[in-house]
């Protein structure tokens, strides 16, 4: 995008006034021209990529958020019956003894209907930390690639995923928190409001604007090691398939061999993301159906094993919701047209100086 503006920038009429050159003003069939060359090397370039924007370009990174509202917005929305069960167990193991037990005391005592139960906040919240966390981690990813150069980005290319996609979550957490928090306390306390309309007032008369925010802390503690485990763990399984699993190369598979692949690689991501977060996440649900308690209270009150309550339907959860996450994100991706550069390779210039330094 710069190098475009530069380069028009180089090119524009109103030059210096010390330059030598002059510019005589187009006539009406000229600029006509002009235009009309354009617009075919316009068409010639959108021919050549089959593209429908330039990589790290303004419009590419709006159409990522765009791929990140539809993931993380709709998967989440269709597992709330299983998020609004693994939240009741963490909160009350006494009561909700297990996934399929849990699943049972729900339905006797809120029917079918119960299972649903805060749908709506879920779907804003997410859609809302989707757009953030998918559009700025690949912001950042640029960013801080920019930054160490061609050679270095490569070789320490973990620590870019690492640290683009904790970047970008920090701001998602901030748009997720509030919806979040009406969420848990729909789904976990006793006689509390069943939709998102009802359960704002009472949050907001009760702990007022801290209360959307109180769990921001453990959210972003359950939350950022999370993302940097999805975002990391995928690229470099993605690199792992296509290099040991994949019987062809990445440009020879099919759009929708590269979206099955894509998908592997999405689950695989999420299990080691649900292991990584599930405490904090334990320590969320709790600090929302509480009034008053602090996150290190509530990991007290909860003990070791407490903290690990639920991770069998989190699991389940969280690699099924992972897999379609990256699954919808990458099929945005293809159905915008947008870039889709293949696994990262070691440069021909780094290939040149381990080769000098082996002689």
């Known amino acids: ?166 970047s970008a979550e920090f701001f998602a957490d901030i748009a997720l928190s509030p919806m979040e928090a009406a969420k848990v306390q729909i789904q976990t306390k006793p006689n509390f409001a069943s939709t998102l309309r009802e359960a704002v007032p009472i949050m907001l008369k009760d702990e007022g604007v801290y209360g959307f925010y109180k769990s921001l802390v453990p959210l972003w503690m359950r939350q950022i090691p999370y993302t940097m485990m999805k975002f990391a763990c995928f690229e470099r399984t993605i690199e792992l398939l296509y290099k040991f699993v994949v019987p062809k190369p990445r440009s020879e598979c099919t759009k929708g061999e590269q979206l099955v692949v894509t998908f592997a690689a999405g689950y695989i991501a999420g299990v080691f993301c649900a292991i990584v977060s599930h405490p904090a ?14 996150a290190i209270g509530a990991a007290k009150k909860l003990g070791f094993a407490g903290l690990w309550k639920g991770l069998g339907p989190r699991i389940v959860m969280i690699g099924t919701l992972t897999a379609a996450q990256w699954f919808i994100y990458d099929a945005v991706k293809v159905w915008l047209r947008l870039p889709r550069p293949p696994p990262p390779e070691m440069p021909e210039s780094l290939k040149q100086k381990l080769a000098a330094k082996e002689q």
């Open 281 to 294: 996440d334990t320590v969320v649900s709790k600090l929302n159906q509480e009034k008053g308690i602090s």
């Open 1 to 166: 995008m710069w190098q475009s503006l530069w380069e028009s920038a180089k090119s524009n009429p109103f030059q210096s006034p010390f330059s030598t050159a002059r510019c005589e003003p187009l006539t009406s069939h000229d600029e006509k021209a002009l235009i009309s060359r354009r617009n075919v090397d316009a068409a010639n370039a959108v021919a050549t990529t089959g593209d429908s924007c330039e990589f790290g370009s303004s419009k590419y990174f709006m159409l990522c958020g765009v791929g990140g509202i539809l993931s993380c917005g709709i998967t989440h929305t269709l597992v709330v019956p299983l998020d609004l069960v693994k939240c009741r167990i963490q909160v009350d193991p006494a009561k909700y003894k297990g996934l399929f037990h849990g699943f049972k005391v729900t339905l006797n005592e809120d029917g079918t209907r119960g299972l649903a139960k805060g749908w709506a906040p879920t779907f804003i919240g997410y859609s809302m930390q989707g757009l953030c966390k998918f559009g700025l981690y690949e912001v950042f990813k640029v960013f801080y690639s920019d930054m160490l150069g061609e050679e270095n980005s490569y070789l320490w290319r973990t620590s870019v995923y690492l640290a683009a996609s904790a």
